[in-house]
């Protein structure tokens, strides 16, 4: 079952002599369950594209289906509420919100929706991402690697059509980028959600289940 399309999508900046073609004319889908990284080098598109799918730019042309809905076709209002509600979104930087704790917020994404959070969702999700006993700590009284931990449990606690990570270990070591990677790899695995891996990291890509190259705003490999 595909749960995203990309069809013929192209992405421009400026005009005329200022042009750049940042996507040109990329077309993939995506089944249900499937663990995706998509590499290549800078200004390849990667960035662009990421930004496409999590609902926060529109192509030049194009369309992009998600769970049967046509994206470019939603008001931005409609949009704004379809991310919140369909799209897990990872990045570099964490995006904590500091006086807020670990529980707060990963419930954060529910509470601007105006939906009351399970406590027992909750739970789970601080479980998944091994944080139970930092449940009340601050961003300022955690790790890097356990703040990015808290982004992706914020990321999954609204139950994501999509999960995009952008370059999520980028601002940590080793040892951290390589427990973020893997709670990634087991919630596809265990929660068969979707994820959608963006990075520059050859070792990283290879935990995905498919790759999709990047060069000058087309794929040029997918395997």
Request: glycine residues 6%; charged residues 25%; proline residues 4%.
């Amino acid at each position: 079952m595909k749960i995203l399309e990309v069809s013929n999508l192209t992405k421009i900046y400026g005009e005329k002599s200022t042009e750049v073609m940042a996507l040109d004319n990329v077309s993939f889908s995506v089944k249900k369950g499937e663990f995706i990284a998509i590499v290549g080098p800078s200004g390849s598109g990667k960035s662009t594209l990421m930004h496409i799918l999590g609902c926060v730019d529109y192509p030049t042309s194009g369309h992009v289906i998600i769970d049967n809905v046509n994206i470019n076709e939603l008001t931005e209002t409609q949009l704004a509420i379809f991310r919140r509600r369909q799209i897990g979104l990872i990045y570099q930087f964490f995006n904590l919100i500091p006086v807020l704790n670990v529980a707060e917020n990963i419930t954060l994404p529910l509470e601007l929706d105006h939906r009351e959070p399970d406590p027992k969702e909750v739970d789970r999700i601080l479980k998944v991402i091994d944080l139970e006993d930092r449940k009340h700590f601050f961003p300022s009284q955690l790790s890097g690697g356990q703040q990015q931990r808290v982004s992706i449990g914020r990321a999954l606690m609204s139950q994501p059509t999509i999960l995009l990570a952008d370059e999520p270990t980028g601002n940590l070591d080793t040892k951290n980028s390589d427990n973020i990677i893997d709670l990634l790899v087991q919630s596809n695995k265990e929660h068969q959600q979707t994820v959608i891996l963006i990075t520059h990291n050859m070792d990283i890509a290879l935990k995905a289940k498919r790759i999709i190259r990047l060069e000058d705003g087309r794929i040029v490999d997918d395997r």
